[in-house]
C-alpha cells in the first residue's frame, strides 16, 4: 500500500481482556516503531524492530505488553489483561533501514493509529 | 530523563502572522531533526527535516532552523493559515531511532 495501515481503528474492551493491534508498514521499509499517546500527553515510544535484529523493547510498560513482526513485514501488538491506564491511541510508523550517508531515511511515517478504550 | 523538549504547550497566533515553534533537546549525538503535524484522529505527518550539518532548511512556508551550539531547532510558519491549526511534535534521531517532544498545539484565528 502507500502508506502505513493500522487496524482496527477502534476497540474498546473490558478491563482484564486482551488485544491486538494490527500494522502494515510501508512496503520496503525495514525499521517499525509502536508508540502510543494518551489523552494530553506527547508521543511515548514503546518498541521498535529494525530488520532481522532483535528488537528495542525498552518503551514497554509492563510485560502484559509484547510486539511480534513476522517476515520482516506486518507487525502484532498485543496488550494481555488490559487496564484503563492502557486507553490511548496506538501509533504505528515504518522506516527505511538508517543510511550512514543519508538521515533522512530516519524519517519515520505513521499510520492513522488505533483508539482503544478499556472500559 | 526528557531529550528532547517543547517548553510551550500552546501557541495562539492571527492568520497571515509568523508562527514560531521551539524544541531544545540535552543528546549531542542527534543528528536529523524532523517537524511532525498531527491533526485530531489522526496519526502525525512528516512536515520537514534538517541534518545537523545544515543550520536552516527551507520548504515553502515552512523554514527550520538549527542552532547546534544552543541545542536547539525552531520551525516558523509564515504566513499562517488556520488551516496550520494543528499540534507540532518536533523529533530528533540517533542512529534511526527517534525521541519526540511533548509537542505544541498550535492555533491559527481567521
Known amino acids: 500500500g502507500a502508506g502505513v495501515s493500522q487496524s482496527p481503528s477502534n476497540k474498546v474492551t473490558e478491563k482484564g481482556k486482551d488485544v491486538e493491534l494490527r500494522c502494515d508498514p510501508i512496503s520496503g521499509h525495514t525499521a517499525l516503531y509502536w508508540y502510543r499517546q494518551s489523552l494530553g500527553q506527547g508521543l511515548e515510544f514503546l518498541i521498535y524492530f529494525q530488520g532481522n535484529s532483535a528488537p528495542d523493547k525498552s518503551g514497554l510498560p509492563s510485560d502484559r505488553f509484547s510486539a511480534e513482526r513476522t517476515g520482516g513485514s506486518v507487525s502484532t501488538l498485543t496488550i494481555q489483561r488490559t487496564q484503563q491506564e492502557d486507553s490511548a491511541v496506538y501509533l504505528c510508523?515504518?522506516?527505511?533501514?538508517?543510511?550512514?550517508?543519508?538521515?533522512?531515511?530516519?524519517?519515520?511515517?505513521f499510520g492513522p493509529g488505533t483508539r482503544l478504550t478499556v472500559l | 530523563d526528557q531529550q528532547v523538549k517543547q517548553n510551550s504547550p500552546s501557541l495562539s497566533v492571527q492568520e497571515g502572522r509568523i508562527s514560531i515553534l521551539n524544541c531544545d533537546y540535552t543528546n549531542s549525538m542527534f543528528d536529523y531533526f524532523l517537524w511532525y503535524k498531527k491533526y485530531p484522529a489522526e496519526g502525525p505527518t512528516f512536515l520537514i527535516s534538517i541534518s545537523s550539518i545544515k543550520d536552516k532548511n527551507e520548504d515553502g512556508r515552512f523554514t527550520v532552523f538549527l542552532n547546534k551550539s544552543a541545542k536547539h531547532l525552531s520551525l516558523h510558519i509564515v504566513p499562517s493559515q488556520p488551516g496550520d491549526s494543528a499540534v507540532y511534535f518536533c523529533a530528533a534521531s540517533a542512529w534511526g531511532k527517534l525521541t519526540f517532544g511533548q509537542g505544541t498545539i498550535l492555533t491559527v484565528h481567521p
Open positions: 510508523a515504518s522506516s527505511q533501514s538508517r543510511d550512514r550517508v543519508n538521515p533522512s531515511t530516519d524519517t519515520q511515517y
